[in-house]
């Protein structure tokens, strides 16, 4: 089965669209080897997204302003905190996981989140600023990585992970 790759974001709001250009790129990249889509989508309304893959990639923004605009950050649940919000329609990734459990529907075993620390997330267009649209090669890079990586025929989970990993660039 193939992996979900999903890049999320607003691409009205200058960094947020990182995820969405991602996205875009990486469908031409990864045809036959994952599933991409690129989403304006949060909350609930990403339970459709995940439902059925063993395996998914999310590629977003973020702004923790602990380092510098254009670093990726990478995590899987485990990293990420609950996200209380003011209604379920805010839910985070922890909770979609918990809730899709409760409803028992098939859910990634294995997400990982490639996460940009964004300059700017408020500003109406103006596109991405310098770091972040430098960072895009590599968030792209290592999503393919992965791909390639969870692809491996043969090789279990514990296998792959103890395999030298050749990052290939987008071509």
């Not at 990403?46 to 973020?62: P, R, W």
């Amino acid at each position: 089965m193939k992996p979900l790759v999903l890049g999320l974001g607003n691409d009205l709001l200058s960094d947020d669209g990182v995820g969405l250009l991602a996205a875009q790129r990486l469908q031409k990249l990864l045809v036959g080897k994952a599933d991409v889509v690129a989403s304006s989508l949060h909350g609930l309304a990403l339970l459709d997204f995940f439902s059925g893959y063993k395996q998914a990639i999310v590629i977003d923004a973020i702004q923790l302003r602990k380092s510098p605009p254009g670093t990726i950050v990478e995590m899987d649940l485990s990293d990420l905190r609950v996200a209380p919000g003011p209604s379920p329609h805010y839910t985070g990734l922890r909770d979609l996981a918990r809730i899709a459990g409760e409803l028992k529907l098939a859910f990634p075993d294995e997400i990982r989140i490639f996460a940009v620390e964004a300059a700017n997330t408020t500003s109406i267009g103006g596109g991405l600023c310098a770091a972040v649209s430098n960072a895009l090669e590599e968030i792209i890079a290592r999503v393919i990585a992965l791909v390639t990586k969870w692809d491996r025929p043969g090789l279990n989970g514990k296998e792959q992970a103890e395999q030298p990993l050749v990052a290939e660039g987008p071509h």
